[in-house]
Structure formats: structure tokens, C-alpha cells
């Protein structure tokens, strides 16, 4: 692991790229460095660069900073995630310790000014650090024109070129839209995760259409607020490429709560009907048909890279079948001068994957030794429990023939998530049965986001297992969970 000083003695630059410190320089450029999009990889990628010392400007055609994960997904999700949180907290835990309240209630629209009020806050924040580091931010649609410029349609009207030694294209990524269930988030029946996080009334039925973290977070929070919730998905298990350990027990706490699941089946059609919606739907492998009745129909599909009509093909500059951007370890495409981060290539369409590799982009960009450990990406669903992993699940390890060792622990042994009645979930960690390095560790529990930092850490820097079980863990905290569940690769656990 380098230092940043090491970082900026040691040259690694991508190949023909456009340095921008080079004495040489295309004629009429302004910026050394043009972001497209400012979502979570583009704003950071932007903000980097001028800290660098880059003449930087961002485009944007939102007209607010911080992308699809600010504005209409990560952070108004969680704002409605922890105000229903405490309304069925209260609802449902008080009275197990001691509380007594009578005639809990809840605003609807309240919840959602204070999610608007969070995201306005953060929004304006980031434009606030723009104009602290000097970024330009330019308010319009762009795409490319060259390889060295931009073209704008400006949100005020006009168009503007931007001309730059190299663009980096942050351009995020779109919901997938499925067919059989077509998303009119205006009508407020057939909605996708940006619909689901305005409407004005709870649905009495809602109909999730597909097991993935959007559907299972946002299923969560219309179904504390007094949704029947109902998960449609097209595979025999929920969260795709979890870990199947850590998704049988999630499957069995949701069950638990109150969602309904019908797996193994898919949405053959969709008809909106006076105030509700009538889905058919059927098995997957085919077979008999039948209906289900939904106030609304949420769509969760997935999502897909947004890089249709941005230039990109007159430029020669390739996509793979779903579309996401072909570039090289350094996130060069095949033209030196632009390159591509974020949703819009390979990879986890995660908001801190996407910043890691903006800020890994410009330092590449500007001579040093930028890397992303794509080993150490996290994941985090944020349901209640919460459901945390990074690295390799078990089955992943069975398929590459990796001998491994596990050590799993239950919170239900754990003192503090005991003495908070909090206490559902599981820690598993996988380690190399030969150097005892951490594999892979999967957290389902209370604060399971927060927790997984430390296995993050320790994959970072090639920790064992023993590592972790060796270093002293405060007293009561979850985190001795993770201590205990290191312990069981290799030793037995303490508490159980």
C-alpha cells in the first residue's frame, strides 16, 4: 500500500495519455480537465482534480450536484428509512423496554420534507466545495464533441463547447426498464425507486418487482408505514450474489416482518385499472398464469449504464452488449484523452466505487499511481437488520477451487445486541485455509453498514483472520461479534 507521498514520486501513467502538467498543449483548450456528470464519481473525480491542481469544470444536466445516489436514491432512501425505522421501533419495541406511549402517529408529509430538506442541504454542500476548489460548474446536458471538447446544451438556454486535455465521463447509470410494467412515475401506480420516494399516500398493496437492495429498502419502508408488501422475483432467491448463508437468513427475517415473497416467478403483464394495478404473473420456466391486485407496482429491476447518444461512437470508443464503457486499468478508453468511471463501466454500480476510481482516474491522469483494490469494494443493504459483505462469498470460493476456513457468529451471543433486544442476524468471515487471510466477511445485524469497515481494513491490508480475533475489541460492542466470528476460522469462539 503506498503513502501519498509514495503515490506522487512514483509515475505510472496511462498509456498516451494527455498529461496535463506537459509543457505541450492542444490549441484553444481552457480546462486540463472536463468532467461529465456529477454524481458521486464525477463531483469527487472534479473536486480532486482541482485539488491538484487542474483547472477543472464539472457538467451536469440535473441542475443539482450529487446524481441519481443524492438526489433520488441513497441518501432520500435512507432519510425514509430511518424515520420509519424509529415509527416501528416505537410502535413495536417500546413497551419491551419499559416505555409505554399511546396513539403513535405518523405525517407522511413531513417524512418527506425532512428527506427533501436532507438532500437540498447536501446538494448545495457539494456546490459549496466546488466553488471552494475552484471547480467551474457548468449546468447542461453534455456529450462529446472531439476528443478534446464537449458540447453543452445549456439548462438556460444555448449551447457552449468546452474544450479540455481530457474528459472524463461520469455519466452514471439509468433504471432498466422492464417491458411488461412500464414506469409512469407521474400517474403514481407503475413507479420505479424515484417514484416510490414521492408518493403521497401508503399504498395498501404494493407489488416489488424484483429481490435486489432498491426493492427490499424501499419494500421496507412503505411496509412500516402499513403496506402489505409483496416481492416478485424472477430467481429462486432474493439478493442475487450475496452469499447464500447470509441471504437464507435474510430471506427468513423479512419473512419474519411481514414482506411476502413469491420467487421463481416473473411479471408477464401489467394493466393499470382505476386505482390500482392488475399484474399477471407466472413461473418463471413458464406454466399457468394469475393475477395479483397492487395500489402500486414498484419496478426494481436493475439498472443500466446511461451512455446512449453521448458521442461516443463517433469516436470510436466501445461498449459491451449492455453498454458500459471498455477502458483499460487506468479507465482510459481507446481515445488517450477521455476516460470513464463509475456506473458507466464494469463493475458494482456503487456510489463509493464510483468515487474511488474518480479520485484513482485524476491521479492517473495527473502522473501518479492511482489504483482502485476492487477486492475491497463493500456492499451494504440498508434494511433493518442491515446486511453488509466485501470480498468473495462461499460459493464463489467453492467455484474457484480456493480452500477456505469459516468462522460464523450469532448476535443472539452477543451482550450488547442482547441488552438492546437487537439481537437477529449472523457475522461470518471466510479466510484462506492456508495463510489464514481474510476471504471474504458477511455481516447481517444492527449496524452491519458501519461494522463492515473493519473487515474493509483488514482486506485493505491483508489482515488474518487472527489478526482480527488478537486485537482487543471494546466491551459491549457488536463489533466483538466479528472478533468471535475471526476466533471460529480457526480456534473456537468465546460466547459460543
Known sequence: MLSTMQRRVVQVAPKNYVKCFSSSSVAGEKYDVVVVGGGPGGYVAAIKAAQLGLKTACVESRGSLGGTCLNVGCIPSKALLHSTHLLEHAQKDFAHHGITVSGIQYDLKKMMDNKNKVVKGLTGGIEMLFKKNKVTYIKGFGKLAGPNSVSVDLTAGGSQTVEAKNIILAVGSEVSPLPTAVVDNAGKRIVDSTGALDLTEVPKKLVVVGGGVIGLEMGSVWRRLGSEVTVVEFLDTITPGMDKEITQSFLKILKKQGFNFMLNTKVTGTKVEGNGVKLTVEPSAGGAATQLDADVVL?????????????????????????????????????????????????????????????????????????????????????????????????????????????????????????????????????????????????????????????????????SSEDIARTCHAHPTLSEALKEACMATYDKPIHF
Not at 318 to 340: C, L, M, N, Y
Not at 355 to 380: Q, S, T
Not at 417 to 435: C, P, S
Open 299 to 463: 419496478v426494481s429491476t436493475g439498472r443500466r449504464p446511461f451512455t446512449k447518444n453521448i458521442g461516443l461512437e463517433a469516436l470510436g470508443i466501445e461498449t459491451d452488449k449492455i453498454g458500459r464503457i471498455k477502458v483499460d486499468h487506468h479507465f482510459q478508453t481507446k481515445v488517450p484523452s477521455i476516460f470513464a468511471i463509475g456506473d458507466a463501466i464494469d463493475g458494482p454500480m456503487l456510489a463509493h466505487k464510483a468515487e474511488e476510481e474518480g479520485i484513482a482516474c485524476v491521479e492517473n491522469i495527473a502522473g501518479f499511481a492511482g489504483h482502485v483494490n476492487y477486492d475491497a469494494i463493500p456492499g451494504v443493504i440498508y434494511t433493518h437488520p442491515e446486511v453488509a459483505s466485501v470480498g468473495q462469498t462461499e460459493e464463489q470460493l467453492i467455484k474457484a477451487g480456493i480452500k477456505y476456513t469459516k468462522g460464523t457468529f450469532p448476535f443472539q451471543a452477543n451482550s450488547r445486541a442482547r441488552a438492546t433486544l437487537d439481537a437477529d442476524g449472523l457475522v461470518k468471515v471466510l479466510a484462506d485455509k492456508e495463510t489464514d487471510k481474510i476471504l471474504g466477511m458477511h455481516i447481517i445485524g444492527s449496524n452491519a453498514g458501519e461494522m463492515i469497515a473493519e473487515g474493509v481494513l483488514a482486506m485493505e491490508y491483508g489482515a
